[in-house]
């Protein structure tokens, strides 16, 4: 048993690097000449996350192995596990890009991803190690009728990961065809399958490694970048800011942000803006609604909790969380420089042209810094940071399909399905590695499926939920004596269905009217700004004629845009849900799903009462305050 | 299996060492969270509501917006380093105190009983 899946990994792994390799080396063109390094600094990661991945495949032996690692986890390794689970690409690259091309308002959205681990550490992170073995479920079941609770909560469960999955394997198949100029399909796959072989093989031990590897290049690379992008300014912060105010590709980005009213603003107000708020969120309500998503929604997302199973004591999970937070906190302070940074060195219109996300702030950094695109150093640093990247999205997706296939191993297969016919140690390591490869497969199908689909909203989608549904439920029936099996299936359901159907009918989704509208105002305009570029095309003045070049360029842009826009929608007029127009303004549901989650979990323990739950309270209670058996149950 | 013992929960809650360790317990943690999260809700108030105080300059280009910006980290570190002080030299040991004396009544573990109860009985 234990011989053939070291081979099969062995083997998977090779042919994941193979098939990279080739398929990259029959594409050409770009800078070819330094393909050789990507694939270099690409291969050696891969290999040394392989050699972890066949060192654990042979620790894996029990269920216990597999989900927690055999709870031999340590806070310290664990706290860079987090942090390596819960640094995902977006939040690596999507924020140093937010920053690089809206400034301050970027930085602003670091700050709740950071503060979110207040709530794990004061409310969250020691009960549930006291309480729980492998799952979000198993809190949940303690106390509650174990079947009920196990089909909500494994359901739930999936439904967070798979919106999480999804958007990573999206984004993931993008990042690694913009960084190595694979196809896209090809991209999704290797992310897939490399992930799939750390999982099935290795189990929470291998995945743990893979995070910390991961959370450990990603911190360094990032050290290195800001030391060499904040050295030259003695290491000053108004001096680095001051210079990011007087840079004119900065000045005139955000002249375009604000439109009419940046005429009146002299070049210096102009770059002082930048590091102002309110260049990039409009609506404070949303943004609040936002900020709640991710202070409460973290503390509910599975494969976070799931770190919490494999270190052995409270203690532990409250270093856990302590180093994490240190780490993650030091890395969002790190982004602040690298946005900056990236916009100063690179330009923030430079960046928005190769992805309009400006996920590429980094890697273009580092290329920059290291020397630029024709040197060895810069490509050096680009293809570092294109392999910490995709590190970045296998790590993050190996713990979500990890999450998920413990919640239909273990919550639905050997819970409620063999309900009262106990499974071997043996028969759950196969249960939970068969439920690997079912959410692995299908998560490269979904990735496959979903290409060119406007996947952002589903992060946002998965906080919602984990923050509606799982925070209300496992708070409750931790700290709430008359929370009961009723009270868990209500919330689970009314704060998904709240926070899904509110997304729904925001204006998140596509209203091809609007869209439409938008795209005939831009034909309608078209034959005045083309003859304002014309007259500027003949003008005598250099930068005159330039200019009128570039917005010739753009006009034609998007007016094939808006021209694809109608093909594209024909004639229909109402969104994916019937709408012709969103029900609600705002894109965030957050600020009422998570009350409504809460009210019914209230609701719902108040109508059902149950005994038994609340003749259990008085030891979860005790055990989630006290420890007490905990180490025992966790010994096997 | 292990033959399952019956850990006298209800005493425990009952004893007035548990008693005080909630109590002190809840008002920290409570008081903390909320802390926690009003201070994290006035940064998007204020960079919607207070620009004008946001804007201020106060240390060359550096202005109120970006010293709150940066001392929201401080303070959400801060708390993390406060709470886990305050946890191992006080709310830990007396969680130990009470383990060990419970313990002692307690002969056989009970957590595969435990383990198997969540997967039905």
Same mark, same amino acid.
């Given at each position: 048993m234990t011989s053939q899946p070291k081979k099969w990994s062995a083997a998977a792994m090779f042919a994941v690097a193979a098939l990279a390799t080739k398929t990259a080396c029959a594409q050409t063109g770009g800078d070819t000449d330094y393909r050789w390094l990507t694939f270099t600094v690409f291969a050696v990661i891969i290999v040394i996350t392989m050699v972890v991945t066949y060192l654990a495949a042979k620790r894996v032996r029990s269920a216990s192995d597999f989900y927690?690692?055999?709870?031999? =986890? $340590?806070g310290f390794q664990n706290g860079w596990a987090i942090a390596g689970d819960y640094l995902s690409a977006a939040s690596f690259l999507g924020i140093a890009g937010l920053i690089a091309l809206y400034g301050y308002d970027g930085f602003m959205y670091s700050v709740g991803f950071l503060v979110a681990y207040i709530t794990v550490l004061l409310l969250i992170a020691e009960p549930c190690r006291n309480?729980?073995?492998?799952?979000l479920a198993d809190i949940l079941a303690y106390r509650n009728d174990p079947k009920k609770t196990r089909v909500v909560g494994a359901l739930s469960v999936i439904a967070v990961s798979t919106f999480y999955l999804t958007a990573q394997m999206v984004g993931g198949g993008v990042l690694v065809k913009t960084l190595i100029g694979i196809n896209y399909e090809t991209s999704v796959a290797c992310v897939g399958v490399l992930m799939l072989s750390y999982v099935l093989f290795g189990g929470m031990v291998a995945t743990t490694w893979v995070q910390i590897i991961k959370a450990v290049l990603l911190v360094c690379a990032s050290l290195l970048i800001v030391a060499l992008v904040w050295a030259p300014y003695g290491f000053s912060l108004p001096a680095f800011l001051q210079d990011i105010v007087l840079d004119p590709r900065v000045q005139s980005r955000v002249a375009s942000l604000l439109g009419? @009213?940046?005429? !009146?603003?002299?070049a210096l107000e102009l770059g002082q803006r930048f590091?102002? @708020?309110g260049l990039y969120f409009k609506a404070p309500i949303d943004q609040i609604s936002l900020g709640l998503a991710l202070i409460f929604g973290t503390a509910g997302l599975p494969h976070i909790l799931m770190? #919490? #199973?494999? &270190?052995?004591t409270a203690l532990q999970a409250r270093r856990s969380v302590v180093w994490a937070m240190a780490i993650i906190g030091g890395f969002y302070l790190l982004t602040l420089f690298l946005g900056f940074g990236a916009a100063h060195d690179v330009g923030p219109a430079n960046i928005a042209a190769v992805d309009a996300g400006g996920n590429m702030a980094a890697p273009l950094l580092a290329q920059f810094i290291g020397g630029?695109? !024709?040197s060895l150093f810069g490509n050096f640093m680009l293809a570092f940071v294109s392999a910490v990247a995709f590190a970045t999205i296998v790590a993050v997706v190996a713990g979500l399909v990890l999450a998920s296939a413990s919640a239909i191993a273990?919550?639905?297969? =050997?819970? =409620? &399905?063999?309900?009262?016919k106990p499974v071997t140690s043996q028969g759950q390591v196969r249960a939970a590695r068969i439920a690997t490869l079912i959410v692995g497969a299908l998560s490269i199908a979904i990735g496959i499926g979903a290409?060119?689909?406007? &996947?952002? =909203?589903l992060v946002g989608l998965a906080f919602a939920v984990a923050a509606s549904a799982n925070f209300p439920c496992v708070l409750l029936t931790l700290y709430?004596?008359?929370?009961n099996t009723g009270g868990i299936v209500a919330g689970m359901l009314v704060g998904t269905v709240a926070a899904v159907g509110l997304t729904l009918v925001s204006p998140n989704l596509t209203y091809p009217k609007a869209v439409k509208a938008a795209a005939h105002k831009v034909l309608d305009a078209e034959t005045t700004k083309r003859s304002a570029a014309a007259e500027a095309l003949a003008s005598a003045d250099p930068g005159v004629v330039a200019k009128g070049k570039k917005d010739l360029a753009a006009l034609d842009k998007a007016v094939a845009k808006a021209k694809a826009d109608i093909d594209k929608w024909g004639d229909a007029t109402t $969104? #994916?849900?019937?709408?012709?127009? @969103?029900?609600?303004?705002?894109? !965030?549901p957050g600020i009422f799903s998570i009350p409504l989650g809460f009210l019914a979990v209230l609701i719902g323990s108040l109508l059902f009462r149950d005994r038994r739950a609340e003749e259990l309270w008085n030891e979860v209670y005790v055990r989630q305050n006290t420890g007490l058996l905990v180490s025992k149950s966790t010994a096997h | 299996m292990t033959i399952p013992v019956t850990v006298d929960w209800a005493a425990i809650i009952e004893d007035p060492r548990f008693k005080r360790l909630h109590s002190r317990k809840t008002r920290f943690l409570w008081g903390m969270m909320a802390v926690s999260v009003v201070y994290f809700l006035l940064l998007p108030i204020g960079a919607a509501y207070f620009q004008d105080v946001f804007k201020i300059k106060v240390w060359g280009v550096v202005n109120v917006g970006l010293l709150f910006a940066l001392s929201e980290f401080v303070v959400t570190l801060g708390i993390a380093i406060l709470y886990s002080r305050k946890a191992s030299s006080d709310f830990d040991v007396v969680a130990a105190e009470i383990c060990a004396d419970f313990a002692k009544l307690v002969?056989?573990?009970?957590g595969e009983r435990r383990a198997d109860r969540g997967v039905g009985v």
């Open positions: 927690t690692a055999g709870g031999g =986890v $340590s309480i729980g073995k492998y799952t009419d @009213p940046a005429k !009146n603003m002299t590091l102002e @708020p770190r #919490f #199973f494999t &270190v052995r630029g695109a !024709n273990h919550d639905l297969y =050997v819970g =409620v &399905v063999r309900a009262g290409k060119g689909q406007n &996947v952002a =909203v709430w004596k008359r929370c $969104s #994916f849900m019937g709408l012709e127009e @969103p029900l609600i303004q705002m894109k !965030n | 002969a056989t573990p009970t």
